[in-house]
Every structure is written in structure tokens, then in C-alpha cells.
């Protein structure tokens, strides 16, 4: 695994995957970003398969995963304090911060030194550039780091106007939204405080890669048959199988060698930021809508910073409830944004995986590749 150096100063790099250039001069390089327990390495499946599409991908360690700088008992003070004073939360809004600045750096740093192709267009075919995708509670860094890019040197905008034309929210969890806990959801990692973290982790890792059973109107893109009601979605997960389910949790597909690569599970040290934000869910919220919204909507990026930049929400039908519940919330949004401005122009664009869970890019590389590969097209 590589690593880049984000911040000389105070010796902090990012390690990741590169899966190299295609043979060609106006690939598409997306930046992909990890979620909660599961390293940048659960992404290696989709690595054989970019250059038959025309995509170079770079899959980042965050701060406390393998490869990367450790956070600092300093940085992580900001866990310690559970208060919801204007200074406590000035202290969380810095934290999301950094971390969106070290990615907007990472990106920035990397387009340069492998003189990335810009984005370019022919007969109204866009090729080259520069995507963002955030799985998961990845997003609460992509979403920082786009919102970053607005106070960066006006060389760095300029490049990123240049390049970044796509960013994808992959199963965007609740908290990266701003939403607030779902009525029903239980999450060991958040609503467990008897449990101790290192056993709230397994428990997590298992009922994330479940496969779900929602009803078909609570998980669709039809606004005429849309529901939002929590009871219309699965908060259990399944027994292992039954009821005509199928699968088990993606997680069981994977080899001890795999887990140990993936997954940060005792004995390993967990990501103490990740679950401490889980814990701390409602204190975070309002923070990481701020920034959120201004990637996905706000005028600043989408009509004059970013005007390459088209965003897409991709969500599997099977997927866990406190990721299924943030399609509402982005539908909801976009919405409102296209009455608010009075277009009919969508600002987000939305695919359905059916049949797909969380770990579409584990149990299913070459349809999760296919999907990427037409979203950039």
C-alpha cells in the first residue's frame, strides 16, 4: 500500500490503493473513500476491473486505518466532552474539517504529481477528470472535503473546476445526511452503551452486510409509490437464511485473509473517531447536514465553482435501514431545491441496485463497476 503526505507540518499521510492508468489519455480516476470498521481494502475487487472501463481508481485510508497517520489523543479530545455548547460543537465543526482539508489536499496533491487527465469532451461525451465517492459514513469526509474546496487557493479551485465532474454517494449513512436516528433502527455502536465498544464493533460489522427485506414502496424511485415509514423497513437482521432469503452477510464471504485486511475487529485497534461519532450521533448531525448540503445543492458549488460537477445517489434495495432511510432524505432535498429554484432539473441523480445490500462493491464488483462506469460516461 502506498501512502501521500497531506500535511508536511505535522507529518500526517493517507495511505491507498491505486489500481494505475489505463492505456489511454482521458481516463476518469475516482477517488473512493471508506466507511465505518472496513479499511479502504474492501473496495480490491473493483481494482482488476477499471481498465476495461476506462477508470483509474484510488480507494483512501482514513486517519486511524491501516497505512495512515494515527489521530492524536489531541484530536480526539473533541470525543470527551458530550456537551452541546456553541464551543463543543465549534470543536466538532473543526474536526469534520480537518478531515475534509487532509482528503481536498490528497486529491489535489495527487492530480498533480500523476498529472491526471482534466476533464475533456467530444461530440457532448465527457471523458477524464476527476470523481468523489464516499461509501458509507465516508461521506461525512467527502462532502467536508468538497465543502473545503471554496476557502483553498484560488490555483486549487481553479483545478478542481477543471477536474472533478461526479460526485457519488454510495449507500450514504444517516449521520453524513444530518438525520436523526430512525424511529425502530438500533445500532450497537450507538445504542448499546453496555456493550463494550471492541463487542458493539463485531455486532456492527455482522448487521451492516446483511441483506434486508424492506417493502417495496419504503426503497423506490417512483414518487407515486414512495412511503416514508420506518415500519415499512426490515431493522432486524434476517435469520441466516430464511423466508426465501438467500444470502448471508457479505462479511462471511470474506477470508481470514480478507477480514484481517478489511476489517478493523479486536485484537485490532478499532477507529476510535468512527465510533465515537456513532455514539455521539446526535451531536454530530447538524455539522455534517451543513456540509452536506453545500455539496450536494448549494448554489456556490453547483452553479459556479463546480459546474462540471453532477452528484448521483446509488442505494441497493437490500440494504440496511439506517442507510435506507437517507434516500428519503436526499430525495426530499432534491425536491425541494428544483421548487425553491424552479427547475425541473434534478440535482442529484439516483440508481437502484436491486438486490444489492451495503457491500455491492464486495458480493458484486463487475455490476457495481458496470453502474460506475455509466454514471461517468
Known amino acids: 500500500m502506498q501512502s501521500l503526505s497531506v500535511d508536511e507540518k505535522a507529518s500526517v499521510h493517507l495511505s491507498f490503493l491505486d489500481s494505475g492508468p489505463p492505456q489511454s489519455h482521458n481516463y476518469t480516476t475516482i477517488f473512493a473513500v471508506h466507511g465505518l470498521l472496513f479499511s479502504a481494502s474492501v473496495f480490491k475487487k473493483?481494482?482488476?476491473?477499471?481498465?476495461?472501463?476506462?477508470?483509474?481508481?484510488?480507494?483512501?485510508?482514513?486517519?486511524?486505518?491501516?497505512?495512515?497517520?494515527?489521530?492524536?489523543?489531541?484530536?480526539?479530545?473533541?470525543?470527551?466532552?458530550n456537551s452541546d455548547s456553541a464551543e463543543q460543537n465549534g470543536r466538532r465543526e473543526e474536526f469534520i474539517r480537518a478531515r475534509g482539508l487532509e482528503l481536498m489536499t490528497f486529491m489535489n496533491v495527487f492530480i498533480q504529481k500523476h498529472d491526471l487527465p482534466p476533464i475533456s469532451e467530444v461530440n457532448g461525451s465527457k471523458s477524464g477528470g476527476v470523481a468523489l465517492l464516499g461509501w458509507s459514513l465516508g461521506n461525512a469526509t467527502t462532502f467536508s472535503a468538497i465543502a473545503s474546496i471554496s476557502?483553498?487557493?484560488?490555483?486549487?479551485?481553479?483545478?478542481?473546476?477543471?477536474?472533478?465532474?461526479?460526485?457519488?454517494?454510495?449507500?450514504?449513512?444517516?449521520?453524513?445526511?444530518?438525520?436523526?436516528?430512525?424511529?425502530?433502527?438500533?445500532?450497537?455502536?450507538?445504542?448499546?452503551?453496555?456493550?463494550?465498544p471492541s463487542s458493539?464493533?463485531?455486532?456492527?460489522?455482522?448487521?451492516?452486510?446483511?441483506?434486508?427485506?424492506?417493502?417495496?414502496?419504503?426503497?423506490?424511485?417512483?414518487?407515486?409509490k414512495q412511503v416514508r415509514d420506518p415500519a415499512k423497513l426490515e431493522h432486524v437482521a434476517p435469520a441466516l437464511p430464511s423466508d426465501g432469503q438467500t444470502h448471508t452477510p457479505s462479511i462471511y464471504s470474506m477470508s481470514e485473509e480478507d477480514m484481517s485486511e478489511i476489517?478493523?475487529?479486536?485484537?485490532?485497534?478499532?477507529?476510535?473517531?468512527?465510533?465515537?461519532?456513532?455514539?455521539?450521533?446526535?451531536?454530530?448531525?447538524?455539522?455534517?447536514?451543513?456540509?452536506?448540503?453545500?455539496?450536494?445543492?448549494?448554489?456556490?458549488?453547483?452553479?459556479?465553482?463546480?459546474?462540471?460537477?453532477?452528484?448521483?445517489?446509488?442505494?441497493?434495495?437490500?440494504?440496511?435501514?439506517?442507510?435506507?432511510?437517507?434516500?428519503?432524505r436526499v430525495w426530499d432535498d432534491n425536491e425541494k431545491e428544483k421548487r425553491i429554484r424552479n427547475t425541473s432539473?434534478?440535482?442529484?441523480?439516483?440508481?437502484?441496485?436491486?438486490?444489492?445490500?451495503?457491500?455491492m462493491h464486495w458480493d458484486y464488483p463487475q455490476e457495481t463497476m458496470a453502474v460506475l462506469a455509466e454514471i461517468l460516461s
Request: with cysteine; proline share 8%; charged share 20%.
Open 151 to 196: 476557502s483553498a487557493p484560488e490555483a486549487t479551485r481553479k483545478r478542481f473546476s477543471a477536474y472533478l465532474r461526479t460526485l457519488i454517494l454510495l449507500e450514504p449513512a444517516l449521520v453524513p445526511l444530518g438525520m436523526k436516528p430512525l424511529p425502530g433502527s438500533w445500532v450497537p455502536t450507538r445504542d448499546a452503551p453496555g456493550i463494550t
Open 263 to 328: 476489517v478493523l475487529l479486536p485484537p485490532r485497534p478499532v477507529p476510535r473517531a468512527d465510533l465515537g461519532v456513532s455514539r455521539q450521533a446526535a451531536l454530530w448531525i447538524d455539522a455534517h447536514h451543513v456540509n452536506y448540503y453545500k455539496a450536494c445543492f448549494s448554489e456556490e458549488f453547483r452553479e459556479k465553482l463546480l459546474l462540471n460537477m453532477k452528484v448521483v445517489d446509488i442505494i441497493g434495495d437490500k440494504t440496511v435501514s439506517i442507510v435506507a432511510a437517507g434516500l428519503w
Open 200 to 224: 458493539a464493533a463485531r455486532l456492527m460489522a455482522m448487521l451492516v452486510t446483511a441483506y434486508y427485506t424492506h417493502s417495496p414502496d419504503a426503497i423506490s424511485l417512483d414518487p407515486q
Open 345 to 359: 432539473k434534478d440535482f442529484v441523480e439516483f440508481r437502484l441496485m436491486k438486490g444489492f445490500n451495503h457491500f
Open 46 to 81: 473493483l481494482l482488476p476491473l477499471c481498465a476495461e472501463s476506462n477508470i483509474r481508481l484510488v480507494a483512501i485510508n482514513r486517519r486511524d486505518y491501516p497505512g495512515s497517520t494515527a489521530l492524536t489523543e489531541e484530536e480526539l479530545e473533541v470525543f470527551s466532552d
